[in-house]
């Protein structure tokens, strides 16, 4: 199978979640010398199939330093490849696809975003990417619409068919000013890299949180300058509109898509063949516990026998067990970086005060319901809630309504923080305010932030939520409203 991509060595997701270009590159990299440990450990030849590894990179709006990141990347993998022994050029050379950055994007003055991700794709083309994802530029209000997405696609042929910029392999080459910090790059991650090695290996770096840490450090911290006004987000923190057009969004109906996913599966079970897709699923399982066999080889043949991703993952969880990420709290980043403002100070004072009058600090649980993977916002509000004096619990990814009910009951929490940006809010927000009032915990607050088109923001009011806090919403302003919340319903 010589086209066959084995995987794509991903950076984005740490990069959506708050790393520096840096900590990315480093991290990343990590990554994929883990991946080739773990393929040369198995008996693969390495010149076999090193030449088909493939990374993904995020790009931000640090224009240069974006930039410098993927030459960098270029230059650290030969270097590892080396060490590995590569023997075929092709087996020491980078392919890299990049995406635009989504958390870069904001809600006020949407179509600035167009601007921000032209930029960022112009600086994956000048950093060598292979391939380009570029994302709309309401993705910041809602799932993107067929004219955004429209933008989006054009921005990537504009670049491509009219401006002759690809015609140049690096055009930044032989620029003093992009070879140092190309070199200051590398050498940075180099240096993580280093240190990932002796605490050993990004296994171990991530069991022991150290990887979650950094990141999430590095997420507040940036977060912090931006709501201080230290780092000017144009239209959002500096040259605000005064007024606000209503933006079209897409509408989607997740219960409808919810219903059709569960009758197609229903369907397709009820049509195969259910003795050949037990086997096969049982075969896996076997292959997991004695490892005879090739596990995808096997899994492709339970997808033949129409067994589903889930029956398949299952059959793999029952070997393997399921990995669950310990939920940490990252303290003491988000206040520093803020900077001594008065609200701040003011805010600290008040929440010490009801903690003085009630006996114990306002308790908030920070949850993520559903599939939707992407934290950062998540885990930004309970670092920053805490250094204002907040008591902060921290679900698990992928929750179900009813199992994030269960928790904030069992933790006594005054409020729910519900991070979405899957599109599901009208489903899983909802579902869960019933899970509360069905397990008896009708007087907790919940308030929503991340991706909700303003037209949802009624119906979500309605249902009882007590606040939504889109992209953009100042840290210091969520939590007073959420204080608020607290109050009002203690008092009634």
């Given at each position: ?55 993904f990179w995020g790009i931000g709006m ?314 950062r916002g998540a885990k930004i509000v ?75 923001y009624s119906a979500l009011y309605d ?30």
């Open positions: 199978m010589p086209k066959f991509n084995p995987i794509s060595i991903s950076g984005d997701h740490m990069q959506e979640a708050g790393a520096t270009p840096v900590l990315e590159l480093a991290l990343t990299l990590a990554n994929g010398l883990t991946y080739v440990k773990a393929a040369q450990q198995r008996g693969l030849n390495l010149d076999d199939f090193a030449g088909r590894l493939s990374f640090d224009f240069y330093p974006e930039v410098a990141k993927l030459r960098a990347a270029r230059l650290l993998w030969w270097r590892i490849m080396q060490k590995f022994g590569a023997q075929e050029d092709k087996s020491s050379k980078l392919r890299a696809h990049c995406q635009t950055s989504g958390w870069s994007l904001a809600a006020q003055d949407p179509y600035n975003n167009v601007v921000r991700t032209t930029v960022e794709a112009l600086a994956a083309v000048f950093g060598g990417t292979q391939s380009l994802h570029t994302n709309a530029f309401d993705e910041a209000i809602a799932l993107p619409s067929d004219m955004s997405s429209r933008i989006a696609r054009n921005t990537q042929l504009i670049l491509q068919e009219e401006t002759n910029i690809t015609a140049v392999v690096d055009p930044w080459g032989g620029s003093y000013f992009m070879e140092s910090l190309t070199k200051q790059i590398a050498d940075a991650a180099w240096q993580i890299i280093e240190d990932i090695d002796a605490m050993g290996g990004m296994i171990r770096a991530i069991e022991s949180g150290w990887v979650n840490q950094q990141i999430e450090e590095s997420a507040a911290a940036k977060q912090a300058k931006i709501d201080s006004g230290k780092i000017v987000i144009v239209g959002v923190s500096k040259y605000r509109c005064d007024h606000e057009a209503e933006q079209e969004t897409l509408r989607v109906d997740t219960t409808k898509v919810r219903e059709s996913q569960l009758q197609l599966l229903s369907d397709i079970k009820a049509a195969r063949d259910c003795d050949a897709a037990r086997e096969a699923l049982e075969a896996i399982t076997r292959c997991g516990y004695d490892g005879k066999g090739n596990l995808l080889e096997l899994s492709i043949s339970a997808m033949k026998a129409r067994a589903t991703v889930g029956e398949v993952s299952e059959a793999l969880e029952k070997c393997f067990g399921r990995y669950t990420a310990e939920a940490r709290l990252v303290s003491g980043v988000y206040g520093p970086n803020y900077g001594d403002h008065d609200h701040w100070a003011q805010l600290k004072t008040r929440i010490a005060g009801f903690s003085k009058r009630h006996g114990r600090p306002p308790r908030v649980l920070i949850a993520k319901l559903g599939q939707d993977g992407h934290d309970a670092s920053s809630f805490a250094d204002l004096g907040f008591a902060v619990d921290i679900g698990s990814l992928f929750q179900t309504a009813e199992e994030c009910a269960r928790q904030a009951i069992e933790n006594d929490v005054h409020a729910i923080g519900v991070s979405t940006l899957s599109g599901a809010h009208t489903t899983l927000v909802p579902a869960m305010l019933d899970e509360l009032k069905r397990q008896g915990g009708d007087g907790i607050c919940v308030f929503v932030g991340g991706v909700i088109p303003r037209q949802d249902s009882g939520i007590i606040g939504i806090y889109g992209p953009g919403t100042p840290i210091p302003d969520a939590a007073s409203g959420v204080l608020e919340g607290i109050l009002n319903r203690l008092e009634s």
